[in-house]
């Protein structure tokens, strides 16, 4: 008997094309899996469209979603009905033929980011990075326009069929159980890990306009949850004592960039920030190198990758003190309440004065934590997984 455990790394069809955390995680987990994974462990790719990587399982799940919609539409009326119950268990037969190609060549599909569509009948490992509509304020990103019902309704669904469900931080665990009420020993914690800036063939490129430019930065889009209006309240005081220093916003519109703009207009502070929809990667790892300190208010967590970037490029932080923050970093950040600005003021204050502060590169140890307990949790899944 085979005693290793083949496993298939769904990948999204739209995720090479979005620069996004997403996107950043899958390529940051990819390199882990070509390098450093257990002897007992097969990884393989699947994917619906052709994609540049090796060991990919080409398979489209379009019809298999057909089938369930038609299953889901059946089963409301199988009750009135022989002939609609008799359908469906005619339709419930194609389900093994429509899967087998991936049946034949994996154990278990792992989904590295969260997914609203895993394919029926197939174990599958789920991941999940927040709870966010359930554990903070009710932000109109969360909450308004169905947003809270589409994220309680996939969640509640994936996450009580996942066969193990991998999550960032030992609070992103107790969140699950308490808010979801989840099987405890199926939820393992896998550390949020950076993105590949951190690698040294990532050469930083200098921005031309920040020479000679005293800064701190804040790379986040423009949501409610990142409460970017708390920060330019800070800011604002920030400039009194310190008044040549530039904050940087990067990130793109999601809702509050206009309001947030004419924030920075009433406070007349507009030539001390400058506001970019985004860095390149090299660009962005010269920010890290080259900035005062990273500030990070978000209201949202657990954890957040900007967070363990800076810790591991020797970058200041001052954040927001949730949990998940001071399970990254501990005390290596200065830590505020987000919705104080004089908090977040004095942190940033103390954090552009402190000259002691720890500013050597670190080892990057997120990346051999997560292989650690990645090799530890498959050696549990597989156990069980074998006994059918």
Known sequence: MDSKIKIGIWIENDLELNNNGAKNYFDSVYEIFKKSISNDVIIKFISSKKVNISNVIHFN??????????ITLLTKFESNSRLISFLKTKILKLYPLLISPLNREIDI???????????????????IWDLGHLCTYPFPELSMYNSFEYRQNFYKTNLHKAFAIFTESKEGKNNLINYMNIFPDKIFVMPMIPSNI?????????????????????PAHFWAHKNHFNLILAFKKVLNSFPDIKLILSGSDKGTKTYINNLI??????????IVERFSIEELKWIYLNSLGLVFPSFFGPTNMPIIEAYELGCKIACSNLPGHFEQVGNYANYFEPNNPEQIAQSILDLISNTEFCNSTKENKAKDKFVNEFNFAINQIKQIRKTW
Do not use: A, G
């Not at 951190?198 to 804040?218: A, M």
């Not at 207009?265 to 030539?271: A, G, P």
């Open 61 to 70: 799940p379009k019809y298999v979603f057909i089938v369930q919609y038609i």
């Open 109 to 127: 599909i792992y989904y590295i980011t969260p997914i609203d569509k895993v394919i029926p009948n197939i174990p599958y490992i789920y991941t």
């Open 198 to 218: 951190v690698l040294e063939e990532i050469i930083p490129n200098p921005v031309k306009y920040l020479d000679n430019t005293r800064f701190i930065h804040y």
């Open 265 to 274: 207009i009433e406070l007349n502070i507009k030539s001390c920030i400058i």
